[in-house]
Nanobody
Framework: QVQLVESGGGLVQAGGSLRLSCVASGTITGINEMAWYRQTPGKERELVAVLTNTGVPDYGDSVKGRFTISRDDAKKSVYLQMNSLKPEDTSVYYC???????????????WGQGTQVTVSS
């Protein structure tokens, strides 16, 4: 099946930057959509950024202008460049992907295990 593995999380001071990466593995014939979500304890998982095959990214309101999502389909990867980080960005960040598994329309939609981002004030 498909696995998503995130990396790049860690501890950073407010105003700093981090770059998250997510690599998909498995028998994938195409990538339809890749996204980043985040979730803090007691809160619902929220969309951070998504990049579909239109090539036009969409961002959650709280990260617009600070975060940038990008994809490298050849590497089956999605990235999240996070700048001007704030303490309220502290969360577990999850990669989400919708990929094609064959040429007849079989798809897989799932999550990575998450990576912790902590922003200190």
């Amino acid at each position: 099946q498909v696995q998503l593995v995130e990396s790049g999380g860690g501890l950073v001071q407010a105003g700093g930057s981090l770059r998250l990466s997510c690599v998909a593995s498995g028998t994938i014939t195409g990538i339809n959509e890749m996204a980043w979500y985040r979730q803090t304890p007691g809160k619902e998982r929220e969309l951070v950024a998504v990049l579909t095959n239109t090539g036009v990214p969409d961002y959650g309101d709280s990260v617009k202008g600070r975060f940038t999502i990008s994809r490298d389909d050849a590497k089956k990867s999605v990235y999240l460049q996070m700048n001007s980080l704030k303490p309220e960005d502290t969360s577990v960040y999850y990669c989400n992907a919708l990929v094609s598994l064959d040429l007849v329309g079989t798809t897989w939609h799932g999550w990575g295990q998450g990576t912790q981002v902590t922003v200190s004030s």
